[in-house]
């Protein structure tokens, strides 16, 4: 009888074949036609509902911290010591700097000199087994030499900057995170 109202009301003619229809779902034309619309006015009702609601993504939570930022020297020194390029300048022929060794880092030294003669370098970890070592020396011309070990003895045949690279030994011990010291003197031939 529903299904027989629905068709004449959305068909506009009788349903010829009444004796199929026993209930309302047993009609699949009638069951499309009537979950259409109970299924539209539903989407329209819950895409209505979603969009309708406040846009949280253009807001931004502004905190306000009121706490006072000082620094130190020790955090200074730190962050000096965590550079991958140093700078050493040369007092008599000689300097010493501390520098901080993280795991697969490579930290290289720079220093000018016009004095020709013998460059005499240790590195030297604050771990009796650090795992540290002087891998390659840059001369001004852009040659390179090395690798060398904890020690390196060098003739500097030009004036210019030379740079000096720290790295681990990848082929001998452990990696070494940890201080480590560069002692580097430059005697006259």
Known sequence: M???????????????TSLFVKRVYQCTRCMKITNYFFMLPLCL??????????????????????????????????????KDSISLNLIDGSAQQEALMAQGKRIVFSFETKILGKLSATVKAAEPNGNVRIAQIFMPDNSADGPFGQEMEYNLKEPGVYRIVVSENQMAGNPYNGPFTLKIKISRR
């Open 2 to 16: 529903i299904c027989k109202k629905i068709h004449t009301l959305l068909i506009g003619k009788k349903h010829i």
């Open 45 to 82: 009702v819950v895409l209505t509902t979603a969009c309708n609601q406040p846009d949280n993504k253009n807001k931004k939570e502004t905190i306000t911290d009121t706490s006072k930022i000082s620094s130190t020297d020790s955090l200074r020194n730190v962050e000096q010591s965590n």
